[in-house]
């Protein structure tokens, strides 16, 4: 059984939505240093925890609600 509380991620989970970062930010071109990367593992961890969990579901569910901000 995979009983998990809001919230509370893995250590393979926490890696999954680290490589949805580093491709969200790489395809945007994100620097490292901006505020805007909070904003994004926010957004990351709402979505994880809101039942996306499949890694590539997560990187397209963030694409998608970008393009409907601009």
Known sequence: M???RRGVANREQLAMMARVMAAY???FSIPDDTTERDRLAFEIIVLFDN???DEE???AEMIRLRSMRH
């Open 57 to 59: 579901a997560l990187l």
């Open 25 to 27: 930010c790489g395809h």
């Open 51 to 53: 039942g996306i969990r």
């Open 2 to 4: 995979n009983m998990r």
